[in-house]
């Protein structure tokens, strides 16, 4: 089992940039794709992107696409979600995800608390 913490959430301007941190405890995080999901009020929950195990391979929702961009440190436990160019529509609780299968897509088991986005106008 992984326990999952986001940090890094905030207010930025449009335009501006963001960096999330999702920390793991557990000593088999390398075993764990890890994937990004945010969900604004009164929306679904939507996937953000994601990160294979090993970082060998990540998928973005194509809204996010150019924009957005995962990276891992497996010796430090953490994976980043950098945003860019960011939109009021980015505004959202981000939330990091773990599963054990090596792709992104698909269902996650394991759910950090989330952490809130806001861009404004």
């Known amino acids: 089992q992984v326990q999952l913490v986001e940090s890094g959430g905030g207010l930025v301007q449009a335009g501006g940039s963001l960096r999330l941190s999702c920390a793991a405890s557990g000593r088999t995080f390398s075993s764990y794709t890890i994937g990004w999901f945010r969900q604004a009020p009164g929306k679904e929950r939507e996937f953000v992107g994601g990160?294979?195990?090993?970082?060998?391979?990540?998928g973005y929702a194509d809204s996010v696409k150019g924009r957005f961009t995962i990276s891992r440190d497996n010796a430090a436990n953490t994976v980043t979600l950098q945003m860019n160019s960011l939109k009021p529509e980015d505004t959202a609780v981000y939330y990091c995800?773990?599963?054990?299968?090596?792709?992104?897509?698909?269902?996650?088991?394991?759910w950090g608390q989330g952490t809130q986005v806001t861009v404004s106008s």
């Open positions: 990160i294979s195990w090993k970082g060998g391979s990540t």
């Open positions: 995800a773990a599963r054990t299968s090596r792709w992104v897509f698909g269902e996650y088991d394991y």
